[in-house]
């Protein structure tokens, strides 16, 4: 059997692109002066990082003031929620609503709020993988100093409507913050049309570096530190910059926002493709909704099978995928995304996450068409859960 290798995993990271790599490099080598230093040397690294801001701030659409950068999108997020958090206390408001999907930089933050005597919602997700405008309307209160959503779903891939959560808490005069790490550089996102007043992406999941983080604050909304040190990040971030990474983060985001609808195009005719046949396998389900849906998202239920077996034999025949997100994998929990969506726990097991980029081809995927069926009749004739639903001692909870 001829092996093929597959990278089908880019919403856990993605390969660099030429261009980010080709960016980074005179930073690393002969431009490797502090930014905050008086020489020219410096100065040419604080120009970078200045080139950086504004090639970021273009394509977000906000000014190159309004951009910080951190260590990544967890960074991003904690530093994000933290400091509505620290405002809204100040205000004497506590109370904090988000979504029971989130990425557990966001949720984990929240935990740790709740603990300290903030009082925390987490809306409920429809079965298709969406919240309403309305959902966080009706939970707004007089003393909610913030809303936070995530742009797109990192398992499920589902889109929420960003503008009309943010136009609810633009009216309501509440703070809100979107977790976009999925969506920047995927989808078009624009920080005036979706009304966001903070929001968080990372380099490595759009083909820049990992340990680069952004974090979009509107001027004029509060910003308190989770790092102290020097007067980096107008004094919002201490540390002396990634200026190598940075500069190829924001040569990434350029490229990757440039070249949406040409790629997006593409991966989505993969994914279509990818969607129909696996579908094809009985007893399976699509996760989240298939529209409003991250180009490159694929995430399927199978019934009667691990998901943990399942990604050890398709590595085994060259294919990288993911099931659950790739922080909970090592722990035998179900995904809280798909708990959330209300798959229950023996289905929950076996999903199965494959994530497309614009590296993919249609090879690729016919590959992956072929060989995941194959695997999962495998697992099936050895799982004895199976062979209770196929004689009719349980009953299928995917029909
Ligand atoms: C990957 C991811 C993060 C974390 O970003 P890092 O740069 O890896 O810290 C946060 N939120 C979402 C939705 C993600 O997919």
């Known amino acids: 059997m001829k092996i093929m290798k597959v990278y089908a995993d880019n919403a856990a990271t993605t390969k660099m692109s030429k261009a ?14 502090n930014p905050s230093s008086l020489y020219s040397l410096g100065q040419k690294s604080a120009e970078a990082l200045q080139g950086a801001r504004e090639r970021i701030a273009v394509n977000l659409n906000c000014l190159p003031s309004e951009i910080y950068f951190t260590s990544g999108g967890s960074e991003a997020d904690n530093q994000a929620v933290r400091s509505a958090a620290l405002a809204g206390e100040k205000k004497g408001k506590n109370h904090i609503i988000s979504t029971a999907f989130e990425h557990h930089a966001v949720l984990h933050t929240l935990k740790k709020l709740e603990e300290e ?7 409920d997700v429809h079965e298709n993988g ?14 909610t100093c913030l809303v936070t959503v995530m742009y797109a779903n990192n398992e499920i891939g589902t889109i929420q409507p960003i503008a009309e959560i ?17 969506a920047a550089g995927h989808i078009g996102v624009d920080v005036k049309r979706d009304n966001v007043d903070m929001l968080s992406m990372s380099a490595h999941k759009f083909h820049g570096p ?90 399927i ?44 726990h023996e289905i929950a097991h076996g999903s199965l996450r494959l994530t497309l980029s614009e590296y993919n081809t249609d090879e690729e995927v016919d590959y992956i068409i072929k060989e995941v069926p194959k695997v999962v009749e495998y697992l099936r004739s050895m799982s004895p859960i199976w062979s209770d639903l196929q004689e009719g001692k349980k009953s299928y909870v995917i029909q």
């Open 20 to 33: 980010a790599v080709d960016a980074m490099l005179p930073y690393l080598y002969e431009l490797y002066g």
């Open 130 to 143: 969406i919240i309403t405008s309305e959902q966080v309307k009706s939970a707004i209160r007089p003393e």
């Open 117 to 123: 005597g903030f009082e925390i919602t987490l809306l």
């Open 210 to 299: 990992k340990g680069v983080g952004v974090l979009y604050v509107r001027k004029g909304v509060a910003l308190s530190n989770l790092i102290e040190g020097g007067a980096q990040e107008r004094g919002k971030r201490g540390g002396t910059e990634n200026v190598a990474g940075i500069v190829a983060a924001s040569v990434a985001f350029d490229e990757s926002c440039k070249n949406i609808e040409q790629n997006t195009a593409r991966i989505l005719k993969m994914r279509e493709r990818l969607i129909d046949g696996l579908l094809s396998v009985s007893h399976s389900i699509l996760n989240g909704d298939r529209t409003s849906r991250l180009p490159g998202n694929v995430n």
């Open 166 to 182: 943010g136009e609810v808490c633009r009216e309501q005069k509440v703070t809100f913050h979107t977790d976009a790490v999925q």
């Open 301 to 344: 239920c199978f019934e009667g099978i691990e998901g943990e077996s399942l990604l050890l034999l398709l590595d085994a025949k060259g294919i990288s995928g993911s099931s659950g997100s790739a922080c909970t994998s090592g722990s035998l929990d179900p995904s809280h995304v798909l708990l959330a969506i209300g798959r229950p």
